[in-house]
C-alpha cells in the first residue's frame, strides 16, 4: 500500500508541475501580448484560463482522495498540503495572466509607449521571480525559496513608483486616461503575481522544513 | 488536461527510500520540545528514565533508553512489533518481574521510587501506576465488585459505593450500567468492559495509568470512547500508552516517543513527531516506509 502510495504522491507532484508550468507559459504570454500589443495572444491566453481551472479541481480532488484514503503523515502530509495551498496559487496566477491579457486587448498600437517602456522593464524580474518558486518547488530547495522571498520587495517599490508616475501622468494628460488605467491594471497584476510566488517559495519553506513562514517580518 | 509543457525533475523522489534503514551507531537522545518542558515543580517529570536497558536473558529488549515523561499528559509509545514499546512500559510499575531471566540497568525512577531499588514495594508501586491492557479482563464478577474489589483488598475505609460511582463517572460507564451495577460485568461489551478495567485502575486513585494497547480489541466505535475518556483522563492522571495505531498516537497524545529494535529513536512533542520528526527513521516509520 506504501508504494502505491508513494506512486500516487509522486504523480500528483508531477501533475501540479505541469500545472505550474502551464501558468508559467501563460504569465510570459500575457507579458508578450501586453508589451506587442498582441490581441491575438491576447486571446488566446483568455481561452487557456478554462483548462487551468479545470486543472485546479482534479488536482485538488486527488489531493483530498489521498488524504482520505492514506492518511498521511510527517513528510508525505506536508507534500500534500503543499501541493493543494501552490495549486491554489497557481491557479490565481493565472487569472492574474488572463487579467493582463484582457487589458492588453484594450490597449492600442498608440498606446504611450513611454509609460509601456517603464511597465516592460519589470516583466523579467517578475518572470524570474516565479521561475524560481516553481524551480524551488519541482525540486524542493529551501535556499532558493528563501531568495525568492528577498525579490518580492524589488516588485513591490517598482509598483509603488509605477503608481506614482501613473497618477502624475494622469494629472497631466487626463485624455490618456483609459490607456494609464489598463496599465495600471496590468502592473497591479503583476504584483500580485509576485505575491503568488512568495506564498509558494513559502509553501516549499513549509514543505522543506515543516515551519510556516508566512507573515514574518511584515 | 495539461500538455506540451516544460517538465520539471523530481529531485525528491521517494521511491528510493523505501528501503530500510540502518539503525544509527548513536542513538538519538529525546529532544523535549518546549511545551513539554517542565515549568515548575508539579510539571516535574514523575517516570524518568536514565540510559535504561531491559535484558531477557542475553537479549537487550530495550537499549540505553534515556526519557522523562511530564504529568497529567498522555505519553504514547509507538513503533513495530518487537521494538520494545511494550517492555518499556511494563517495566515502569514492574510488571515484568516475573519474566525469567530479565534484568534491568541504567535508572528508572518512577514518582517517589527508585522502581528497581531494593526499598521498593513493589505492590504499592502498581497501586500508584496502574496498569490497562490490550483485552478487557474484567473478573467474572459484578460491575460493582469488580471496581470494589481493589479498594477493599487495600482496606479502604470510606464509602466503597461512593467510590464506585466517582471510579465509573470518570470512566465514562456509570450511565451505561448505573441501573445493573450487581450483574455479571461479563454481560457487558468489549468497550463497556475496557472502561470498567479502567474504573478499576482508577478506583485504586493512581497517579499514572499505563495502558497497553487499549483499543486493539474493540471495535472503531468503542475506540473513540475510550480515545475520549483519555483525553479527559489526563486531567487527573497521567497516561502512558502503547499503541500500534499511529493515527491513534496522533489524536489523543501530547507526546510521542518513537521506538525502533530497542532504541528509542526520537521522543518530542506529538505534533512535531507526525508533522516534521527530526530522525529519518521516525519520518520513514511514520510515512509507512518501513515497519
Not at chain 2, 153 to 179: F, I, M, P, T
Request: proline share 4%; glycine share 4%.
Amino acid at each position: 500500500m506504501t508504494v502505491h502510495f508513494v506512486h500516487l504522491l509522486d504523480e500528483l507532484q508531477r501533475r501540479s508541475l505541469r500545472m505550474a508550468s502551464a501558468v508559467e507559459d501563460m504569465v510570459q504570454e500575457a507579458c508578450e501580448a501586453v508589451a506587442h500589443t498582441n490581441h491575438e495572444l491576447a486571446r488566446r491566453i483568455i481561452a487557456r484560463d478554462t483548462d487551468i481551472d479545470a486543472e485546479e479541481v482534479a488536482v485538488e480532488g486527488e489531493a483530498l482522495r489521498l488524504m482520505t484514503l492514506f492518511q498521511p503523515m510527517g513528510a508525505d502530509m506536508r507534500q500534500l498540503c503543499a501541493i493543494l495551498k501552490v495549486n491554489n496559487d497557481l491557479e490565481r496566477i493565472a487569472d492574474c495572466a488572463v487579467n493582463m491579457a484582457e487589458r492588453a486587448r484594450h490597449l492600442d498600437a498608440d498606446a504611450p509607449a513611454d509609460v509601456r517602456n517603464e511597465l516592460t522593464a519589470i516583466f523579467p524580474a517578475v518572470r524570474r521571480m516565479l521561475h524560481e518558486a516553481v524551480r524551488a518547488y519541482a525540486g524542493n530547495d529551501q535556499t532558493l525559496a528563501e531568495r525568492v522571498l528577498t525579490e518580492d520587495e524589488v516588485i513591490d517599490t517598482f509598483y509603488g513608483e509605477f503608481i506614482r508616475n501613473i497618477a502624475a501622468l494622469a494629472h497631466q494628460s487626463p485624455e490618456r486616461m483609459h490607456a494609464l488605467l489598463d496599465y495600471l491594471s496590468i502592473a497591479k497584476n503583476l504584483e500580485r503575481i509576485a505575491d503568488h510566488a512568495s506564498n509558494v517559495a513559502e509553501d516549499v519553506i513549509y514543505l522543506t522544513t515543516g515551519q510556516i513562514v508566512r507573515h514574518q517580518g511584515k | 488536461m495539461m500538455t506540451d509543457v516544460q517538465e520539471y525533475d523530481l529531485s525528491n523522489d521517494r521511491s528510493g527510500t523505501i528501503a530500510r534503514p540502518a539503525i544509527p551507531a548513536v542513538q538519538v537522545r529525546p529532544a523535549a520540545s518546549s511545551d513539554a518542558v517542565p515549568q515548575s515543580a508539579d510539571d516535574a517529570p514523575v517516570i524518568t528514565t536514565d540510559a535504561l536497558s531491559i535484558y531477557y536473558g542475553k537479549f537487550a529488549a530495550v537499549q540505553e533508553a534515556t526519557m522523562a515523561i511530564p504529568p497529567r499528559q498522555v505519553t504514547a509509545i509507538i513503533g513495530p512489533s518487537g521494538c520494545g514499546k511494550s517492555t518499556l512500559l511494563r517495566a515502569f510499575n514492574r510488571m515484568n518481574d516475573f519474566i525469567p531471566g530479565m534484568r534491568v540497568t541504567g535508572g528508572l525512577r518512577c514518582l517517589d521510587w527508585e522502581v528497581y531499588g531494593s526499598k521498593t514495594d513493589a505492590v504499592e508501586l502498581r497501586r500508584r501506576v496502574g496498569m490497562v491492557f490490550q483485552k478487557p479482563n474484567p473478573f467474572p464478577k459484578s460491575t460493582y465488585k469488580n471496581v470494589a474489589w481493589g479498594a477493599r483488598v487495600n482496606g479502604y475505609r470510606g464509602d466503597l459505593d461512593e467510590l464506585v460511582e466517582r471510579s465509573l463517572r470518570q470512566a465514562a460507564l456509570w450511565d451505561e450500567v448505573k441501573d445493573k451495577l450487581h450483574a455479571s460485568s461479563l454481560a457487558l461489551s468489549g468497550g463497556q468492559q475496557q472502561r470498567l478495567c479502567i474504573a478499576r485502575a482508577i478506583a485504586l486513585q493512581p497517579d499514572i495509568l499505563l495502558m497497553d494497547e487499549p483499543c486493539s480489541a474493540l471495535d472503531p466505535i468503542a475506540t473513540s470512547k475510550i480515545e475520549d475518556l483519555i483525553d479527559a483522563l489526563k486531567e487527573r492522571y497521567t497516561v502512558v500508552l502503547v499503541t500500534h495505531n499511529m493515527q491513534q498516537a496522533a489524536r489523543v497524545s501530547d507526546l510521542t516517543a518513537f521506538m525502533y529494535m530497542g532504541r528509542l529513536i526520537e521522543f518530542d512533542a506529538t505534533n512535531t513527531i507526525f508533522t516534521s520528526p527530526h530522525n529519518r527513521q521516525t519520518q520513514d516509520y511514520i510515512t509507512g516506509r518501513f515497519g
